[in-house]
């Protein structure tokens, strides 16, 4: 009975059914956390869209003037605040310390939950080992087109973050771990490009960016974001130099490359460097041709170039031609950063359809307007891009 009783004790004890199912079962608490100044316009739209999914919501006022403060606390928010000391990865650590959630979703008050709310939920039955990369569907006006009409472009951003992932960098800040990355199906609306909204942050964003980069000057983000900068601007000559000098030290495989070339192809269009940005997409073309951007921007490119030197024309036709057919062939290439919603669709369709019109080729004019308008009511207000 003894060497039972001692057998019976070096097994392991059952596990009660309540630890069982608290360790099967356990839920996680969710936060979204937020920066916010002077948001009024916006806020309570970014509130309202995440509350049903989230925990608790805390934003963190770095001064505002207008009724972002009464408007977020009407909406359930805990409000704290923060003096502002030009240093974004300062306030966002600020806001995330009056958390204690295991998860933190990240969004800014001009952003909003467009679509995969439930995802944000379910995160309440995920162990917090990894980083969540959310699509960021950024509204802009189109250069290339002059047209008033809103293009939509996306990106993959990590905006759901563990407890304890803390934020670097005074603009353009990211998280800061080494965990993995996982893309989860959840679309978060933006427009702070706006031109007002643009117009309003434009100094300060310059100042940072500039300051950043007296302090990192090889950095090759922050270049790419001082490039953007300028672009968003009109400022063509400014990001094309900026480019130039991110696409030096770009690491091959950043998530942001393509968006840089692509970026950088258009503005050396605008600053009529056609030669240049002919000679860029020869040398890139081996690494992009699953990209229907690339083909829609080349196609522009070349183009002013047949525009510019009436001479080549002829040549150059049935490549300008080619571009825009291999974007319809290829479809929206929505899992590369930056991607634009419709250039592998309505958008490429449309330029077949001036095309062809201008060559006099009627017919051909038509079953392209008809694929145009059939694609753009298809079309989503989203793509996907890339992670970073």
Known sequence: MREAQHANADKPRPEPPL???YRIHRMYRTA???????????????????????????????????????????????VHHFT????????????????????????????????????LADLRERQ????????????FGD????????HHAT???????????????????????KLPVHRLPVVIGHDGYAPQALQEKGDRNARLLQAALQAQPDDAYLRYQWGKD???????????????????????????????????????????????AVALAEAELPHWAHSADFFFTVGDVLLSQALATPAQAEALLPLIESCWLRCLE??????????????????????????????????????????STRALEETPAHTHGSSR
């Open 230 to 276: 300028h672009e968003v601007h009109d400022r063509f000559d400014e990001a094309c130099q900026a480019y130039d000098q991110a696409w030096e030290h770009c690491p091959v495989d950043a998530g942001w490359r393509h968006d840089l070339l692509i970026r950088w192809l258009f503005v050396l269009k605008q600053t009529d460097h056609l030669d240049e």
């Open 84 to 119: 502002w000391c030009d240093d974004f990865s300062a306030a966002r650590n600020a806001a995330l310390a009056h958390s204690h959630a295991d998860w933190h979703i990240v969004l800014d008050a001009d952003e909003w939950v467009q679509s995969g709310g439930q995802t």
């Open 128 to 139: 917090p080992d990894h980083v969540g990369a959310l699509a960021v569907c950024s509204e």
């Open 155 to 177: 990106s993959w951003i990590s905006r759901v973050l563990p407890h304890g992932v803390r934020y670097t960098g005074l603009i353009h800040e990211q998280p800061r771990h």
């Open 330 to 371: 290829l479809g929206d290439t929505s899992d590369l950063e930056g991607a634009v919603a419709g250039r592998g669709s309505h958008l490429a369709a449309h330029n077949l359809v001036v095309f062809y019109d201008s060559l006099g080729q009627a017919e051909k004019a038509d079953a392209y307007r008809a694929l």
């Open 32 to 78: 979204l956390v937020m920066i916010a100044r002077n948001e009024a316009r916006c806020i309570g739209r970014c509130l309202a869209s995440a509350r049903p999914w989230v925990d608790e919501m805390i934003v963190l006022d770095t001064g505002s003037t207008d009724d972002t403060v009464a408007i977020a606390r009407s909406l359930g928010a805990q």
């Open 19 to 21: 630890h069982r199912q």
């Open 143 to 150: 250069h290339s087109t002059g047209s008033a009409v809103p």
